[in-house]
C-alpha cells in the first residue's frame, strides 16, 4: 500500500487500546453483577474480598468497570471529533499519565510473576504460581498491552495536534 493510503498506525492503536480497556470493562462488570468466573485466577485481595460477599467487592467491580470504560471513552477521545471538545493540554496530559501508569503497572507486575515463577526469587509466604500464571500471561499482560497502544496513540494525537508554526521565507 502507498504511505498516503496506509492508515495511521496511532489511530488503529487508539482503537486497539479501547477494544483492550472495554473488554477489560466487561470481565470487571461480569464480576460486579455476582459472577465469579475465573475469579480464583485473580487471587490476592481480589479472591478474599470476594468470598467474604456483601457490598464491597461490587463496589469495587463497579468502580473497576467505570475505571476501564473511562479509559476506553480516553482512548477514543484521542481520535474522534468529539475529543476536540477536550483541551489539547488536558488530553495530552491525561493521555500520557494514563498510559505511563498502565505500562508500569503491566511492566512491573509481568515483570515480578515471571521473575518469581522462574524461580529467580523465592517470596516469603504461600505463591499461587497458578495464579502468577494467570497475572504473567493474561491478567497484567493485558494492562501493558493496553497501555503501549494507548502511548503509541497518544503520541500520534501529539503530532496530529501540534501547533503548526509558519515557515518563515
Not at 475505571?67 to 491525561?94: C, D, E, Q
Not at 511492566?107 to 515463577?117: D, F, K, R, S, T
Amino acid at each position: 500500500m502507498p504511505p498516503e493510503r496506509r492508515p495511521d498506525t496511532s489511530i488503529l492503536a487508539a482503537y486497539g487500546a479501547a477494544v483492550l480497556a472495554f473488554a477489560y470493562a466487561l470481565v470487571s462488570l461480569y464480576w460486579a453483577v455476582g459472577n465469579d468466573g475465573l475469579i480464583s485466577t485473580v487471587g490476592g485481595y481480589v479472591q478474599s474480598f470476594e468470598r467474604n460477599g456483601g457490598a464491597g467487592p461490587v463496589v469495587v467491580a463497579v468502580v473497576a468497570t467505570l475505571a476501564k470504560v473511562a479509559g476506553g471513552l480516553l482512548a477514543l477521545a484521542l481520535v474522534r471529533p468529539w475529543g476536540r471538545a477536550i483541551p489539547r493540554n488536558w488530553l495530552l496530559g491525561i493521555a500520557v499519565a494514563a498510559s505511563a501508569a498502565l505500562v508500569l503497572y503491566g511492566l512491573a507486575e509481568v515483570g515480578a510473576a515471571i521473575v518469581v515463577l522462574n524461580g529467580a526469587i523465592h517470596p516469603s509466604g504461600v505463591v499461587d504460581r497458578n495464579v502468577l500464571r494467570w497475572h504473567a500471561e493474561l491478567w497484567d499482560l493485558w494492562f501493558l498491552l493496553w497501555g503501549l497502544l494507548l502511548a503509541v496513540a497518544t503520541n500520534g494525537y501529539r503530532r496530529r495536534t501540534a501547533p503548526r508554526v509558519p515557515s518563515v521565507p
